[in-house]
Structures are given as structure tokens and as C-alpha cells.
């Protein structure tokens, strides 16, 4: 019957009727493949305000072999970023969109740093007005602008916090077209860590990252080098709940990446867990992420086989669905205790046995479900949310350590869980948000693996949704 249904869903007569009634077809997105050379390639735009911080940096990413920059010819700002060119030997050109009709670009970004007062807002109509109809399909807006609480000007905090409304308003015109739009805050002192966000934001990695703000802050380690095709080359990985979804596709695309995945899960999982290990040229350890000596168990492991850590991914979680007046309390405690307790713990002991390197890395998962709550989960949207509030409170402490923690929100991805669904429901599900369709498994370890970076030291307490930019919540 399932099938049956959707066979009827996905007939030429019903997708007429739908797209009469405005649900079209949803893009198919540009996902990242290894034989990309290089993170973006095509036209793009860029531009800027008067005494913006970020412009330079912008520029001498972007300035790479297929990639073609233009500026708008009526810029306030020409002088300034021919200047900035010229002095870094990079070519850049004048767009004029009454001459160059037929150019179309896959990138466009602003550095609204400069921004003080909310007259000057207008400078984001000036440059994303006349270039808007002419993005190519799963292109890139990205905003940058200035953290407003670092600021002591309230004009200008004001001016910066404006950015977030504008991104996430643009996000759902331009998604239909598979179109992301982002917004990065930077802090003084954090432009050298600009690169490696700003190659993810612009990137077929992040393709199903719509409508979100990344936060950058000066970070007490510097940033590595680091080979763009494999940031993780040498590094060693622990990702919790590996032996199937979305665990599974982290250990593939942190491994792709360069670095030894240590996949771990119970133990009723070890030939689905051994099979990823095989996969991933990794290792496989059977442990419950919620028993007390769960740290003790991963110190010895990495002592049995000679490894140091540098990546840890709180991905395990469960589920355990009722509605608040018929879950049995052993429902919520489960569900506190797996998602969000034993990241805490193990955490703490991690630090406190100091068996993170320098530069480590803690990514957690949280959902869209804690952040906009879901029907009959109070204790999952709890924990989800708990694993917010661990990344915002830990963040200031494992900077001083020269270690980041961040996490990615996952919405709604197709799993072995979502085909599970009733058809009429995960149709509906997959299609309210800017992008009109499910994520994959792989946008979600695209996120992480960008956390795990080395480049993205400067990248701290940030919570990421993958969710196509969701009608549901923030």
C-alpha cells in the first residue's frame, strides 16, 4: 500500500497538480564528490561597505584557478576593492548588469562588517537586488558582518543584528532555486580564521545549510594548514553510534577526509559496526555510551592501539516517543541519559585525563526537535536542547584549552527511521523547508567534518541546523 501511494505522489499527473497549486519539483542539489579539485568554481560576485575588515580576506580565498570575481562597476566600494586586489595580484572585474545580461553567478558575498547604522542597511539592496535573478541553481549568498555584542556602539550592534533577519528572509525567496544563504559573524582578530568557513559556507558541502549564522572568535591556538581535499590527515576520530544513518555516513566522510575513525556502538551492532570499520580502513569499539566507565573504556582502547585523540562526535542517540502523559519515567531517563548525559561525561572525563590533543575537537548532535519542539517528545526535544545549553556553556572553557566545541541540529533526513513513516506524512515532513526536500545523511557529516577541521579552530559554540532552513523554529 506504502508503495502504492507513493507511486501515485510521484506520477506526472500529480506533480502537475501540485505545481499548479505552487509545490513544484524541489532542485536537485550539488553535493560535494572527491573528484572536485577545488571547493567553488564559477562567477562570483562580491562587495562590500566602507571600513569593512573582512574584504581582503574574502577576496584572497575566493582567488583560486576557475574561480571568475566581479564587483558591481557602481560600487561605493570599487576603489577600495580594486586596491585590495591589486595588491594581492588578483584579477577582478567589473560587472555591469545592463552590458553582461546573459552572466550568471554561482556565488555572491557581502562583507557588511562595515555597517554602523541602520540607514546604511540599504547597502544590502544596492548589491543583492540586481544579482539576485541572475544566481545559478544551488548557488551561494553569504552575508559576513561583525558579532553585534562585541560591539560598543548600539547603532552598529544594531545595524549587525539586522543581518540575521535579511539572510533568513532572502533564504526562503531564493531556495526553490537549491540556493543557500548564510550569515558569519566575526570578531576582531578572528579574520585569519575566515578561510575554512568560508570555503564550507561556499561549497557543495554545505548544500543543505540554508538561512544560518556561524559565529567566529579569536581562538588561543592558531590555525593550521591544512589540505583543502584532506583536512583530516592524520588526525584520530571518535564517532559514537557508527554502525548505521547518519553515524555511519560520519565515519565514511571523516575517513574520505583523511582521519582514523574509531566507529563505536553496542554491542548488538558489532557486525554492522565492523562492516563500516572495514569500509572506512577504521576500527570498531563495542561500549554503552551511557555506562559510567564509558571514558575509561574509550582511554583504554586508544592505549591498546597506540592512538592519540583529536576528534570526538557525540552522534548516538534514541528515541523514546510518547506524549508526556503516557511516558513511564524509565522513557525520560533513557532518552536524558543516551542523548545528552553521557556526552557530558564522557566529555568531562576526556578533559579531565587531558586525552584530547591540542586543537581537539567535540562535535555533538543535537535536532530541530530541541530547538523547535516536536509533538510527543518532550524528553528527546529536552535532551536535544541540553545538548545546546552543553556546547553554549563548555564553549569559553575548552577555548582556554584550545579545544572547540560545537554542534550540528539535524531536521529532517532520510533514514532508515523516515522510510519507516506513513508516505502522506514523510511527503509532507520532507517539504517545509526552504528547500523543498529531505536532507541525507551526508549533509549532516559534511557539517561535522567541517567542525572537525583544523581550519575551523576560530569556530567555537556554534550550533548548526541541517535542515534546509526549516519552517519550524529559529
Known amino acids: 500500500m506504502s508503495q502504492f501511494v507513493q507511486q501515485i505522489i510521484d506520477s506526472a499527473a500529480v506533480r502537475k497538480i501540485l505545481s499548479l497549486a505552487g509545490v513544484s519539483d524541489p532542485v536537485n542539489l550539488d553535493r560535494f564528490d572527491t573528484s572536485q579539485a577545488a571547493y567553488l568554481q564559477g562567477n562570483v560576485l562580491v562587495g562590500g561597505t566602507a571600513n569593512s575588515i573582512a ?17 558591481p562597476a557602481d560600487s561605493d566600494e570599487r576603489f577600495t576593492l580594486e586596491k585590495i586586489a591589486s595588491a594581492n595580484n588578483i584579477e577582478l572585474t567589473a560587472y555591469q548588469p545592463e552590458i553582461q545580461k546573459d552572466l550568471k553567478f554561482k556565488a555572491a558575498v557581502f562583507d557588511g562588517t562595515g555597517l554602523k547604522h541602520s540607514e546604511e ?12 535573478r541572475k544566481l545559478a541553481k544551488s548557488s551561494r549568498i553569504l552575508v559576513v558582518g561583525k558579532t553585534p555584542e562585541t560591539l560598543r556602539n548600539p547603532k552598529a550592534q544594531t545595524a549587525q543584528r539586522a543581518l540575521e533577519g535579511f539572510t533568513r528572509c532572502l533564504g526562503k525567496e531564493v531556495g526553490k532555486k537549491g540556493t543557500t544563504v548564510q550569515l558569519m559573524y566575526m570578531a576582531n582578530k578572528s579574520e585569519s580564521g575566515a578561510k575554512a568557513p568560508l570555503e564550507f559556507l561556499l561549497s557543495p558541502k ?48 571523516m575517513a574520505r577526509d583523511g582521519a582514523k575513525v574509531i566507529g563505536v556502538d553496542l554491542d548488538g551492532a558489532r557486525a554492522d559496526l565492523d562492516k563500516v570499520a572495514r569500509e572506512t580502513n577504521g576500527l570498531s569499539l563495542c561500549l554503552d555510551i551511557s555506562a559510567k566507565d564509558a571514558g575509561e573504556q574509550i582511554e583504554a582502547f586508544l592505549k591498546e592501539n597506540g592512538l592519540k585523540l583529536d576528534i570526538i562526535v557525540h552522534n548516538a542517540g534514541i528515541t523514546r516517543d510518547k506524549t508526556l502523559a503516557n511516558m513511564p519515567e524509565h522513557f525520560w531517563l533513557q532518552a536524558i541519559q543516551v542523548n545528552l548525559t553521557s556526552a557530558e561525561n564522557i566529555n568531562d572525563y576526556l578533559v579531565e585525563k587531558e586525552l584530547l590533543t591540542s586543537g581537539g575537537r567535540i562535535i555533538c ?61 514523510r511527503e509532507v515532513a520532507k517539504r517545509i523547508n526552504a528547500l523543498g526536500q529531505a536532507g541525507r545523511p551526508v549533509d549532516v557529516a559534511e557539517a561535522i567534518a567541517f567542525f572537525a577541521s583544523p581550519g575551523a579552530q576560530m569556530v567555537n559554540g556554534n550550533v548548526i541546523r541541517v535542515c534546509g532552513q526549516s519552517m519550524l523554529g529559529a
Open 55 to 71: 574584504t581582503e580576506a574574502m577576496l584572497t580565498s575566493l582567488s583560486q584557478p576557475g574561480v571568475n570575481l566581479y564587483y
Open 121 to 132: 542597511l540599504v547597502a544590502l539592496h544596492h548589491f543583492f537586488q540586481p544579482v539576485i
Open 206 to 253: 554545505s548544500a543543505y545549510v540554508s538561512a544560518q549564522v556561524l559565529r567566529l572568535a579569536p581562538s588561543t591556538a592558531d590555525v593550521p594548514a591544512y589540505e583543502w581535499s584532506q583536512p583530516l590527515a592524520g588526525k584520530v576520530a571518535v564517532v559514537t553510534g557508527a554502525s548505521r544513518g547518519i553515524g555511519a555516513q560520519i565515519a565514511k566522510v
Open 365 to 425: 548532535v543535537s535536532s530541530v526537535s530541541g530547538i523547535a519542539g516536536n509533538f510527543g517528545q518532550t524528553n528527546y526535544g529536552t535532551s536535544k536542547a541540553g545538548v545546546v545549553g552543553l556546547v553554549q556553556s563548555q564553549a569559553s572553557a575548552m577555548q582556554k584549552l584550545g579545544i572547540t566545541i560545537n554542534a550540528v541540529a539535524p531536521g529532517f533526513i532520510e533514514t532508515q527511521m523516515t522510510q519507516a513513516m506513513p508516505v502522506l506524512v
